[in-house]
T-cell receptor
Framework: AQSVTQPDIHITVSEGASLELRCNYSYGATPYLFWYVQSPGQGLQLLLKYFSGDTLVQGIKGFEAEFKRSQSSFNLRKPSVHWSDAAEYFCAVGLTGGGNKLTFGTGTQLKVEL | DSGVTQTPKHLITATGQRVTLRCSPRSGDLSVYWYQQSLDQGLQFLIQYYNGEERAKGNILERFSAQQFPDLHSELNLSSLELGDSALYFC??????????FGPGTRLTVT
């Protein structure tokens, strides 16, 4: 069964600093990979996705992520964080065949210091 | 706004009761998914429907059931509710095996 690990439960960065959120997955084949963001009291918003092809994917709000097969990782990055980026970020993996259920990591809570 | 709607937004009920959560997918999406988000279990997949048929099942309790109707909206029925069922319930939709778009969720509180 697939699994997703987000090793950092909490991360604090200063506004304007760069950000990298880590995600490692365990899956027998190349999975579909996603990053979602959840603001307090809100639903999950899709930031970006990787299905195949270019391993560096661009998303909304200035985020990008890089798929590294050798490291089973899909880390999320942003060059300059804004205060409005404070939220919880979830990495998810989906199956590449049959049903399309998502398996989520435990999330990383991002705090932005002004 | 993802285009996925869920009602109600909040639900407070007592143990032993039954509730129904409703979800309308994005226009054109045939797949509907239900997830539960709780503090101890995190985000967990419950069940998927595709064009009215059950497609995949996850950690869904026998007390829970779902269906997708001909107009593609879906309902999640939770019965014999327990305190531990208190959680955020999300619906998501997709076009086939593609990215899923999530609704705002229904917060269920069982007292």
């Amino acid at each position: 069964a697939q699994s997703v690990t987000q090793p950092d439960i909490h991360i604090t960065v200063s506004e304007g600093a760069s950000l990298e959120l880590r995600c490692n997955y365990s899956y027998g084949a190349t999975p579909y990979l996603f990053w979602y963001v959840q603001s307090p009291g809100q639903g999950l918003q899709l930031l970006l996705k990787y299905f195949s092809g270019d391993t560096l994917v661009q998303g909304i709000k200035g985020f990008e992520a890089e798929f590294k097969r050798s490291q089973s990782s899909f880390n999320l990055r942003k060059p300059s964080v804004h205060w409005s980026d404070a939220a919880e970020y979830f990495c998810a993996v989906g199956l590449t065949g049959g049903g399309n259920k998502l398996t989520f990591g435990t999330g990383t809570q991002l705090k932005v210091e002004l | 706004d993802s285009g996925v709607t869920q009602t109600p937004k909040h639900l407070i009920t007592a143990t032993g009761q039954r509730v129904t959560l409703r979800c309308s997918p994005r226009s054109g999406d045939l797949s509907v998914y239900w997830y539960q988000q709780s503090l101890d279990q995190g985000l967990q997949f419950l069940i998927q429907y595709y064009n009215g048929e059950e497609r995949a099942k996850g950690n869904i309790l026998e007390r829970f059931s779902a269906q997708q109707f001909p107009d593609l909206h879906s309902e999640l029925n939770l019965s014999s509710l327990e305190l531990g069922d208190s959680a955020l319930y999300f619906c998501a939709s997709s076009v086939g095996n593609t990215e899923q778009y999530f609704g705002p969720g229904t917060r269920l509180t069982v007292t």
